[in-house]
């Protein structure tokens, strides 16, 4: 006859689970000020995207349209968006016409729905984003004029593929040190890059 066998219960004991629980408070402390950090690069490596993407979309309607265009960024909330250029821009800021239409808007749906993009031009000039709110404009010049004391600045394209000369400074301020990047546009291109400042000393 066998002789009977202990059972032991399997499981972690208290004080097992006190040393998991503490060393994952440790890592979790380590960690969070980088994700934190990680989370706000990709605030700035968005806002920073977003300012390209509106070049090239506004370069390209220029373009394909045949007629200027206008990416222009609202001081007070910091939306850009995309618009006809209708009138120089020094007549419209001397005699407040500020308001330029948008480029061909779609017709309003009778059934009170959305009006939808009948073209890819359309959905083009519907471009519309907003730079986060922890990023701020510390430069912002077109044509080698501050465009930081009117409510918005323009920037212009042509259907030839050129542009106004423009430099945008974004920054993003941070405990450990600032995260700037600088946007030039190419006037003779229209084309938009990024770099960091520091690379330009």
């Known amino acids: ?5 202990t059972v032991r219960a399997n499981g972690f004991t208290l004080i097992e689970l006190m040393i998991v629980v503490a060393l994952s408070l440790l890592v979790l402390r380590i960690a969070l000020p980088n994700v934190a950090r990680a989370l706000e690069k990709e605030g700035m490596d968005k806002a920073v995207t977003d300012f390209m993407e509106g070049c090239n979309q506004a370069r390209a309607l220029a373009i394909l349209t045949g007629s200027s265009t206008e990416l222009v960024i609202q001081a007070e909330d910091g939306r850009m968006s995309i618009r006809k250029n209708s009138a120089p821009i020094l ?4 005699f407040g016409d500020a308001e330029a239409p948008p480029i061909d808007p779609p017709a309003a749906d ?3 729905n959305p009006p939808k993009a ?5 959905r083009m000039a519907q471009f519309e984003r907003t730079i986060p709110e922890d990023i ?3 430069l912002f010049s077109v044509n080698f004029i501050d465009q930081m004391e009117y409510p918005e600045g323009i920037i212009r394209f042509h259907p ?6 423009c430099s945008v ?8 040190g600032d ?12 084309i938009a890059r990024s770099q960091d400042p520091k690379d330009l000393q």
């Not at 009948?118 to 359309?122: A, F, G, L, W």
């Not at 400074?169 to 450990?176: A, C, I, M, R, T």
Request: charged share 30%.
């Open 169 to 176: 400074v974004l920054l993003l301020p941070d405990n450990e």
């Open 118 to 122: 009948r073209s890819k031009t359309d």
């Open 1 to 5: 006859m066998n002789p009977p066998r």
């Open 110 to 112: 009778p059934s009170g």
């Open 179 to 190: 995260v700037r990047r600088l946007i030039s546009l190419n006037p003779l291109t229209a």
């Open 136 to 138: 701020a404009l510390e």
């Open 91 to 94: 007549l419209r800021r001397q």
């Open 160 to 165: 030839n593929g050129t542009s106004d000369e």
